[in-house]
């Protein structure tokens, strides 16, 4: 439950939002209750083990790359809509919901997936008891299933794919 409920809270708060649509209340909301739940059952996760090699950073850059940077450039399901707070919003509004909007996909979003996809699915493909299998093992059903999975729940499917096998 714990590695599901972030992953849970976050697609019921994506699902009422009309039309996938621009609404920068529910954006906002979404953030905060689902660093919540993170936070809530933080205390079920395994413990982190930082450890930084150039391998990550690498695989972050080339990521960052693909996604941000190549933005328009890559095949997508269906049509991804574009936000522009500023024809949106004024004032101090606009800056408010940009930091939501960062916080939500630099943090939230990035810990919830980890959570869910590595920590929980990745696992539990290997084995149904999923916190006998180590972090970081890796086998190729695991590998191809999760991230065929990861592809297809992102309208930007080919660079979602190519950020889970990074």
């Not at 790359?65 to 328009?72: A, I, K, Q």
Request: glycine fraction near 8%.
């Amino acid at each position: 439950m714990p590695y599901g409920a972030p992953f849970a809270a976050f697609a019921v708060f994506t699902l009422v939002t009309p039309g996938h649509g621009f609404v920068p209340w529910i954006y906002s909301l979404k953030t905060l209750v689902v660093g919540g739940v993170i936070l809530l059952c933080a205390r079920d996760f395994p413990p982190l083990q930082p450890r930084s090699t150039g391998l990550e950073v690498a695989a972050g850059l080339v990521v960052f790359v693909l996604w941000v940077l190549l933005e328009g450039s890559h095949p997508t399901l269906g049509t991804p809509r574009s936000v522009d707070p500023f024809a949106r919003l004024s004032g101090a509004t606009v800056w408010v919901w940009i930091a939501f909007r960062l916080l939500g996909t630099t943090v939230v979003v990035a810990v919830m997936e980890e959570i869910f996809w590595r920590g929980f699915l990745l696992r539990w493909i290997v084995h149904l008891d999923f916190r006998r299998v180590a972090i970081g093992t890796f086998t190729w059903p695991s590998f191809l299933a999760t991230s065929a999975l990861f592809a297809a729940e992102h309208d930007r499917w080919l660079v979602g794919m190519m950020a889970s096998v990074a």
